[in-house]
């Protein structure tokens, strides 16, 4: 038998003293069945070493004295718990009045979102926080990992904000991109995707990013490695001045782009690694592969018979061989 309940349940086990400190395994072995039948003896239950329902929870029960709510509870308590939960994000709602995976799922996020420890259980700090009016409604935060993400970082990219490939993890790149758009939008700039946020940036008034000369930070730093991989630019400062402008509108003309030297949404989508063309030659070396380019394609030269005799002035005299003729050349002149 093997799955995440069974490494949880060693865990717990480990905690509380019925099996050696040892890095918890998700197979239930003997040693497994010896610690659960001394759990079973110590709290008079049927010593099978078997994990049956009554036994998984008083197991768990044991470790949570102050946790409200876990996995199997059900109830008009639980609805209520869950009502709040519906409250702080939608994505939630229509859930049984009973504690399941969908409901574990929901609490790990809200905790994830109010910086608890994500365990998916009610415990004392999850209710105060769950029930406070500073509690934090669903977002994206640093972190995750979902296909939603990739599909609002495409977002991100085709208004200019994110600078690097979207890839569905919500990391410092796109936290940066995020807090940039809700600045540009008059929202609180947290870098938290949430209801709010998510709904202006799939908006078609969503604002446009453009990083011009005067802005700093990693933005302007990834924008400047780019053109550096591409031969535009030679350092990495992380402010956007005048080589930076410079280079960036080098850029957009070779790339048949508006070159006013500002980072927008059409520049961004030019930075795509497939889509860009680098930098040329400088003329000297251009003139030079140039003209080698032609020495190459040139026909070889035709092979020209020597002469039977030396080309002077005057000719030869007819009959004479060209030895003659040049034997008697100073009696001719």
């Keep these: 038998m093997q799955n995440s309940a069974i490494l949880e349940m060693h865990q717990i086990l480990m905690d509380l003293?019925?099996?050696?400190?040892?890095?918890?395994?998700?197979?239930?072995?003997?040693?497994?069945?010896?610690?659960?039948k001394l759990f079973q003896r110590k709290h008079d239950l049927p010593i099978t070493g078997v994990a049956d329902e009554e036994t998984f929870r008083l197991l768990f029960l044991t470790t949570q004295k102050n946790t409200w709510f876990f996995w199997g509870d059900e109830g008009?308590?639980?609805?209520?718990?869950?009502?709040?939960?519906?409250?702080?994000?939608?994505?939630?709602?229509?859930?049984?009045?009973?504690?399941?995976?969908?409901?574990t799922d929901a609490v790990k996020t809200f905790q994830v979102c109010n910086h608890l420890s994500s365990?998916?259980?009610?415990?004392?700090?999850?209710r105060a926080a769950l029930y406070s009016e500073d509690a934090m409604a669903?977002?994206?935060?640093?972190?995750?990992?979902?296909?939603?993400?990739?599909?609002?970082?495409?977002?991100?990219?085709?208004?200019?904000?994110?600078?690097?490939?979207p890839d569905g993890k919500y990391g410092g790149d796109t936290v940066a991109a995020v807090k940039r758009f809700q600045l540009r939008s008059g929202l609180i700039s947290d870098g938290y995707l949430g209801a709010t946020t998510k709904a202006t940036l799939l908006s078609d008034t969503a604002e446009v990013n453009q990083i011009t000369?005067?802005?700093?930070?990693?933005?302007?730093?990834?924008?400047?490695?780019?053109?550096?991989?591409l031969k535009y630019m030679s350092v990495a400062t992380g402010y956007f001045g005048d080589s930076t402008s410079s280079a960036l509108k080098n850029f957009q003309k070779r790339n048949g782009l508006k070159a006013d030297g500002k980072y927008g949404p059409a520049t961004a989508t030019s930075f795509s690694p497939a889509a860009p063309r680098k930098q040329p030659s400088p003329p000297q070396q251009r003139r030079k592969l140039g003209r080698e380019f032609q020495a190459a394609r040139a026909p070889p030269a035709r092979h020209q018979p020597e002469p039977t005799w030396l080309p002077s002035y005057p000719p030869p005299v007819p009959g004479w061989a060209a030895d003659t003729y040049w034997a008697q050349r100073p009696q001719l002149l």
Aim: proline share 2%; hydrophobic share 30%; aromatic share 8%.
């Design 17 to 36: 003293g019925y099996m050696g400190a040892d890095e918890p395994s998700d197979i239930y072995s003997e040693q497994t069945e010896e610690a659960i």
């Design 76 to 103: 008009s308590d639980v609805y209520d718990m869950q009502e709040r939960l519906t409250w702080s994000s939608t994505i939630w709602s229509n859930l049984p009045a009973i504690f399941d995976k969908r409901t």
């Design 119 to 126: 365990d998916g259980k009610i415990g004392e700090m999850t």
């Design 138 to 165: 669903y977002a994206l935060v640093y972190g995750m990992e979902s296909e939603e993400v990739r599909e609002l970082q495409k977002r991100l990219k085709e208004l200019g904000y994110l600078t690097t490939e």
């Design 213 to 229: 000369i005067g802005d700093r930070g990693e933005d302007v730093t990834r924008i400047q490695k780019r053109l550096m991989a």
